[in-house]
């Protein structure tokens, strides 16, 4: 019976596929419903659907000369990791984009995500033997950029600011290093940064996998100013925010290299800053800050085991949340951010569920997305570690382990852009937002 019902019901989800077929095609596919039963895979082909999905979503870093580990801009060679990356873009592994697509907001700048379909017709296609079709239908190769350019010079002519961290050597082969030197802005005053955008050498972004920079005065820590992962362009402040550069400040690095089969001497990262002028007013301060779990104090991961832990954070005036990026090690394995409000709702912002250790990303909500927040509501943060033999990147599950710096150790906080309003300012946001989007300001995307 069993056995039966299950025929019964393939049959009817073939039919139900065919109908559909039928539906939406053309005439021509009309004509072809009339041969032998046809397999809609088939009608995929690498020069029509594939390449330019592998376009816009990986080669930026899968072409000689960049971070990925093999070049996917022929035919051939996408072919042989065909079945590889089927798997990763199934998972959602690559691109590498951890964020949740089911839950909180889902309107986010810079989001490398791929569409259900885009992943859809490359699993598809890869089970229908990877087929590479007619060479004709493929599309013009991709312009990349030059990567000696700042890429925001286009819009912002050539930057005010360029900051480039101390000559370092990466080995042909190796282990990952980090590289943390620090080296001076020369800003002698305080300014409200408009862009800013981090860009490897030329040779060097084989192998730089992500720069992240901050502020240091006097040795003290004085904001973050901006993370950098291959793919990358920069940020951009909100008009009417101010992201404070500080008088004298110099710019602290962590850079992470990853050996790739090239060895690269004395190599730079440059950070580029675009300054407003000096009188420009920015009504609100755009803070880049680190927010702690569990108030920052310690804690211990037992061999084999689990943990959650999580942070309370709330301002004395109106806010409205930029950006969000959790932090951890191998051991942290899903982090959310959500908001209690004073009348005790609870709201999901964000949730990554497949956190990976080897990728940090800014989640930049769009403007209109952005949270909002009353003064006294309450930022919640929550982080899962898996210390088990479950955790596809433990290192070793028999370790104990406790916050510290090395990779082998565990962080928890989260780095969070925050534009810090008034009442008047909050009031005028959210009238904004009730407005029809034709009547609503331009705004950069
Ligand atoms: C931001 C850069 C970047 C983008 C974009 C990117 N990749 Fe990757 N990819 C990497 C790096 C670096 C690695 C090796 C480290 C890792 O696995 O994270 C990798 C690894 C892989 C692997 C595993 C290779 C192996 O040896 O097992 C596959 C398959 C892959 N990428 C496919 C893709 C596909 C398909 C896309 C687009 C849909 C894509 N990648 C987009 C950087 C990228």
Same mark, same amino acid.
């Given at each position: 019976m069993q056995v039966f019902s299950q025929r019964f019901w393939s049959q009817v989800v073939a039919a139900g596929v065919c109908a559909l077929l039928v539906t939406v095609g053309s005439s021509d596919d009309l004509a072809a419903q009339t041969g032998p039963s046809p397999d809609p895979a088939n009608d995929i082909t690498f020069a029509k659907d594939v390449a330019p999905i592998l376009q816009q979503n990986c080669q930026v870093c899968h072409q000689p000369g960049a971070i990925g580990p093999m070049s996917l801009m022929e035919y051939q060679d996408v072919r042989r990791y065909a079945r590889r990356i089927s798997r990763m873009v199934e998972s959602r592994d690559m691109p590498p984009y951890q964020y949740d697509t089911d839950v909180g907001i889902q309107d986010l700048k #810079?989001?490398?995500?791929?569409?259900?379909?885009?992943?859809?017709? =490359?699993?598809?296609?890869?089970?229908?033997?990877?087929? #590479?079709? +007619?060479?004709?239908?493929?599309?013009?190769?991709?312009?990349?950029?030059?990567?000696?350019?700042?890429?925001?010079?286009?819009?912002?002519?050539?930057?005010?600011?360029?900051?480039?961290?101390?000559?370092?050597?990466?080995?042909?082969?190796? &282990?990952?290093? *980090?590289?943390?030197?620090?080296?001076?802005?020369?800003?002698?005053?305080?300014?409200?940064?408009?862009?800013?955008?981090?860009?490897?050498?030329?040779?060097?972004?084989?192998?730089?996998? %992500?720069?992240?920079?901050?502020?240091?005065?006097?040795?003290?820590?004085?904001?973050? @100013?901006?993370? $950098?992962?291959? !793919?990358?362009?920069?940020?951009?402040?909100?008009? !009417?925010?101010?992201?404070?550069?500080?008088? !004298?400040?110099?710019?602290?690095?962590? =850079?992470?290299? *990853?050996?790739?089969?090239?060895?690269?001497?004395? +190599?730079?990262?440059?950070?580029?800053?675009? @300054? %407003?002028?000096?009188? $420009?007013?920015?009504?609100?301060? &755009? /803070?880049?800050? @680190? $927010?702690?779990?569990?108030?920052?104090?310690? $804690?211990?991961?037992?061999?084999?085991?689990? @943990?959650?832990?999580?942070?309370? %954070?709330?301002?004395?005036?109106? /806010?409205?949340? +930029?950006?969000? &990026?959790?932090? !951890?090690? /191998?051991?942290?394995?899903?982090?959310?951010? &959500?908001?209690?409000?004073?009348d005790g709702t609870l709201e999901m912002v964000s949730m990554v569920s497949n956190w990976s250790a080897l990728w940090h990303h800014s989640h930049i909500y769009d403007e209109d997305q952005a949270p909002l927040l009353e003064a006294g509501d309450q930022i919640v943060l929550t982080h899962w570690y898996d210390n088990t033999a479950d955790n596809r990147y433990n290192p070793d599950p028999d370790q104990w382990v406790g916050i510290g710096d090395r990779t082998a150790d565990e962080m928890a906080h989260a780095w969070m852009a925050i534009t810090h309003l008034d009442e008047e300012g909050y009031e005028q946001i959210k009238a904004e937002r009730s407005r029809p989007v034709s009547e609503q300001p331009d705004r950069d995307r």
């Open positions: #810079e989001d490398w995500r791929m569409t259900d379909d885009e992943i859809s017709t =490359i699993m598809a296609w890869v089970a229908a033997g990877s087929p #590479e079709g +007619d060479p004709a239908d493929m599309p013009a190769p991709v312009e990349w950029p030059d990567p000696a350019e700042f890429r925001l010079a286009d819009r912002f002519g050539e930057p005010d600011v360029v900051v480039a961290s101390a000559p370092y050597d990466v080995p042909e082969v190796g &282990q990952d290093r *980090w590289w943390r030197p620090t080296t001076p802005t020369g800003v002698t005053s305080d300014r409200c940064i408009r862009a800013v955008e981090t860009k490897p050498s030329v040779t060097g972004r084989a192998v730089a996998h %992500h720069a992240n920079s901050s502020f240091t005065v006097n040795g003290e820590r004085a904001g973050r @100013l901006s993370e $950098y992962a291959l !793919g990358k362009v920069g940020e951009i402040v909100p008009e !009417g925010a101010c992201r404070r550069i500080p008088a !004298g400040a110099d710019v602290t690095w962590d =850079i992470h290299y *990853w050996p790739n089969g090239v060895e690269v001497n004395d +190599d730079q990262v440059e950070v580029g800053i675009w @300054l %407003h002028d000096e009188d $420009y007013e920015g009504k609100y301060d &755009q /803070t880049l800050t @680190l $927010y702690f779990l569990n108030g920052g104090r310690g $804690y211990d991961i037992a061999p084999h085991g689990t @943990l959650m832990t999580q942070g309370f %954070h709330s301002f004395d005036t109106p /806010t409205r949340i +930029d950006s969000w &990026q959790p932090h !951890g090690h /191998t051991r942290l394995v899903a982090a959310s951010i &959500q908001i209690l409000r004073k």
